[in-house]
């Protein structure tokens, strides 16, 4: 596949104005021109997160290949009852770069056709929509099934297909959204059999790229001392939401029988909880071990991810279950061995020397924190930028740019 990008100008006596931005893409002898994106789905001024953080990176990608891109997020995701964390929207500055209208209202009936209509009027080429929940079906499908007849080419990105907590009626909604889609990619292999098992949409697999706008790492000294962690020891980290079915209780335990003093280690855990706050803060306060663990359980803001990861030397992810996880794209940028559990697609990106993949119990937990303690860093070294490679934005851009050709 080649790609070749063009710009056009008007041209007046007082200004030169840009008014289009073509990108032809070649496969084969065959080419298409696109010139509009737009990506429905979570950014500013909802908070940073796995979410918005894809969206707002991926359509810095594909304006940097050409595209004019349009991001169209929510004033309202979800009714305060239903958001498990302490609030849903950013603190800092809108990002200047991007063009994001907040538009969609998660439980109008009303509002899914008005913005049905703007995005119709849009005469986008492709519109690119974040599917993660069966809750966001009814309005996610009634916009598209309205703006598609402009008409559009609707790509769906599928976090997930099944929900980790799944709940009645999980599968109708989102054989609902579904029927508004013409293609849709998925960034792991669970994800995609769980989609097959649905429906006949063309679907691609394509794993999740590598999160490379958090800055680079800082000096492990320099990031202890910036979180008030104690210098010279080994650091766990368990990093982002917290949540029943990542694990973290099965974790805990691991890490006691691992005897942290004598092996002169801490863990680290960095995320709000979005669950089970009570029973874990108990727990870690009736640990005999409690002054290894250290808690930063609140809502991780994009300028602080880079001195939590600087400051670790393995990332932990011992969840029960799980697609994919934003975890690993941020271990790989900052360079930092993983342990995972042997569930969904966590292990495709964990090959031998990049680190260690165990089941999701406590004995096997605690055996891979002894390897870890034991990882042979050199080697990984070397490693990690080769993998690094293969996990480029540009290899999403060419999948859902390629469903022109359907």
């Known amino acids: 596949m080649a790609v070749a990008c063009e710009r056009f100008f008007i041209h007046t006596e007082t200004t030169n104005v840009e008014i289009r931005c073509l990108v032809s893409i070649f496969v084969g002898d065959k080419a298409i021109v696109l010139s509009k994106i737009i990506i429905i789905g979570s950014a500013y001024p909802l908070r940073g997160g796995g979410l918005t953080t894809y969206n707002e990176r991926l359509a810095r990608e594909l304006i940097k290949e ?79 099934n309205i703006a ?45 059999a769980d989609l097959k098992n649905l ?3 063309p679907s691609k697999l394509v794993t999740h790229p590598l999160y490379d706008n958090f800055g680079v790492k800082h000096e492990k000294s320099e990031a202890l001392r910036k979180l008030g962690l104690p210098e010279g020891k080994f650091v766990f980290l368990f990093f982002g939401f917290i949540r029943k079915y990542k694990g973290l209780e099965l974790l805990i335990e691991a890490f006691e029988r691992l005897d942290p003093v004598s092996n002169n280690c801490i863990l680290l855990i960095a995320g709000e909880y979005y669950a089970g706050e009570k029973e874990l803060s108990q727990k870690i306060a009736q640990s005999r071990f409690k002054d290894q663990i250290y808690e930063h359980t609140h809502f991780i803001e994009d300028e602080e991810v880079g ?54 119990t406590v004995d096997d937990i605690l055996e891979g924190l002894k390897k870890m303690l034991q990882f042979d860093k050199q080697t990984f070294n070397k490693r990690i930028k080769e993998e690094k490679s293969k996990y480029d934005w540009s290899r999403m851009t060419a999948a859902i740019k390629s469903f022109l050709l359907i």
């Open 199 to 201: 429906t006949k949409l």
């Open 66 to 144: 050409g595209d004019q891109v349009k991001i169209y997020t929510f004033s309202l995701q979800y009714p305060d009852f239903l958001f498990p964390g302490k609030t849903q929207y950013a603190q800092g500055p809108p990002p200047e770069d991007l063009d994001i209208v907040v538009r969609i209202n998660s439980i109008n009936p009303i509002n899914w056709i008005k913005v049905g209509k703007e995005i119709k009027n849009e005469k986008a080429d492709i519109i690119l929509v974040r599917y993660w929940l069966p809750f966001m079906a009814p309005s996610l499908g009634t916009i598209l």
């Open 307 to 360: 001195w939590y990861f600087s400051a670790s030397d393995a990332v932990v992810q011992p969840y029960l279950h799980a697609t994919q996880s934003g975890v690993t794209p941020l271990a790989y940028h900052f360079e930092i061995p993983m342990m995972v559990t042997n569930v969904g697609a966590l292990p495709e990106m964990v090959p031998q020397d990049i680190g260690i993949v165990t089941e999701p």
């Open 148 to 192: 598609k007849k402009a008409p559009s080419k609707v790509i769906a990105i599928t976090d997930n297909v099944i929900p980790h907590e799944r709940r009645p009626g999980d599968t109708l909604l989102t054989k609902y959204f579904l029927k508004a889609v013409d293609a849709c990619i998925c960034m792991s292999e669970s994800v995609l």
